[in-house]
């Protein structure tokens, strides 16, 4: 059974760097084919993909994002990260790291909720 479960803060400041972690249980992010990614969800809007590292350590993201985005990782602790600069207000989501990428997503972690807000 694979499990996702994503970790940082919850509260950031306008301007501020989000970073958020996903930890996976049950496969090795460096299995061959997988990708990772993660996708949040604003207020009242539907999921919006952010990026990906793939098996490989190659990274790919959302051209609207991609500006401000690094996905990184950490092969020996099998988790990978999430950063985002310049927060604003409208960063304000529900964050999710998922295993997939593309049309394919397979298992997800429960979220973790961020509000960007002095």
């Known amino acids: 059974q694979v499990q996702l479960q994503e970790s940082g803060p919850g509260l950031v400041w306008p301007s501020q760097t989000l970073s958020l972690t996903c930890t996976v249980s049950?496969?090795?992010?460096?299995?061959?084919?997988?990708?990772w990614s993660w996708i949040r969800q604003p207020p009242g809007k539907g999921p919006e993909w952010i990026g990906y590292?793939?098996?490989?350590?190659?990274?790919y993201y959302s051209p609207s994002l991609k500006s401000r985005t690094s996905i990184s990782r950490d092969t020996s602790k099998n988790q990978f990260t999430v950063q985002l600069k310049s927060v604003t207000p409208e960063d304000t989501a529900v964050y999710y790291c998922?295993?997939?990428?593309?049309?394919?997503?397979?298992?997800w972690g429960q979220g973790t909720q961020v509000t960007v807000s002095s």
């Open positions: 998922v295993r997939g990428g593309g049309t394919y997503y397979d298992y």
């Open positions: 590292i793939a098996y490989s350590g190659s990274t």
């Open positions: 049950g496969d090795s992010i460096t299995t061959n084919y997988y990708y």
